[in-house]
């Protein structure tokens, strides 16, 4: 599935004019829009390929519902509520998409051999790459876009139903009031209030972790250690620089862990690399945070795509670490399958 805003829309000819608009210019005027739609997207579904998906779907419906736009409200509002209108339908009898530690099983034994859960249908990291291609104008409003699409955040709204989560976003993430949600949503002023009051009783009772971006020095200082640490595949090292409280998940294993000992057992009892320089740490982003595509050694003596890492450091140490496995999620952060 492509990313990019799509030249003409499927099914119309390149000179077609639903309103006053050329294919073109239509697919002009939304191109501004493309990433924020894509995070409302991944922020409903839990799923880049399906907001992938849901955005070109967003686009398709756009191009064919144009003559019934009325410039009653915003281009901006009007194409808004056409992508919540196209999850929810696409939500409908699926699954919600959590994080191991959403399922609410206890923390697992890492003397246990992980194993995987692929029915599952997992939440996945958006690249920052697909949201944020170039630096911000306003640092302050980049500090809240990128809030959310925190990971933590949008675990949380997976305990949501699939309209709770949209009245919750169109509400506290896009500002709308609630008329306007009303509208978009085929609701009353009542109904969304109510649905918006038991959303957040229910994200206030998801204890989720609240990370910033690791801009300071001692914390940078953290995760290039933790970093060397890998490499050099020194588990004693990886523990000394875990919190007391830390927590491991790696989807699609549903099992998550808790505490440096536990974690330093899950490495050294598990982990396939044999010694220093079997694994390689390659920095990317996702969720607006720090990460990392591990590259281990295979039989060949290559480094081969292995899993992503997103670290979340405090001042008491790495707090948490979620883990994805998959070597197609490489591609997606525009990674190679190999390093030379």
Do not use: K
């Amino acid at each position: 599935m492509t990313t990019t805003t799509p030249a003409h829309p499927s099914g119309a000819a390149p000179n077609a004019a639903p309103g006053d608009l050329t294919a073109d210019e239509f697919a002009e005027r939304l191109a501004p829009m493309r990433r924020e739609i894509l995070a409302h997207c991944y922020r409903m579904t839990g799923s880049v390929h399906d907001a992938e998906d849901m955005l070109q779907e967003t686009y398709l419906r756009a191009w064919r519902a144009m003559r019934g736009f009325e410039n009653r409200s915003s281009l901006r509002t009007w194409v808004f509520r056409i992508a919540t209108n196209t999850c929810l339908t696409h939500l409908e009898g699926r699954r919600r998409r959590p994080l191991p530690t959403g399922l609410g099983a206890p923390a697992a034994d890492p003397r246990d051999q992980p194993r995987e859960d692929l029915g599952t249908p997992w939440l996945e990291p958006l690249p920052d790459a697909l949201v944020w291609a170039q630096p911000p104008v306003d640092p302050a409003e980049t500090t809240v876009h990128r809030d959310s699409v925190r990971l933590a955040f949008v675990a949380a709204l997976q305990h949501l139903t699939a309209q709770q989560r949209a009245v919750l976003l169109l509400r506290d993430v896009l500002a709308w009031s609630a008329a306007e949600v009303a509208d978009a949503l085929d609701l009353s002023v009542a109904a969304v209030n109510s649905t918006l009051q038991r959303a957040r009783a229910h994200m206030a009772n998801v204890h989720h972790l609240t990370p910033m971006e690791p801009t300071d020095p001692r914390h940078r200082a953290l995760v290039e250690r933790y970093v060397a640490a890998f490499e050099a595949y020194d588990v004693a090292a990886i523990v000394d620089l875990l919190a007391a409280d830390v927590v491991w998940e790696m989807p699609p294993f549903p099992g998550w862990y808790t505490g440096p000992q536990a974690v330093g057992e899950l490495i050294g009892t598990w982990c396939p690399a044999q010694g220093p320089g079997d694994m390689r740490m390659v920095p990317t982003a996702a969720n607006g945070l720090p990460a990392f595509a591990m590259y281990m050694r295979d039989a060949q003596g290559r480094h081969a795509a292995f899993q992503v890492q997103q670290v979340t450091v405090t001042d008491d140490g790495v707090r948490h670490v979620t883990v994805w496995f998959g070597a197609e999620l490489f591609a997606r952060f525009g990674l190679p399958a190999h390093l030379d």
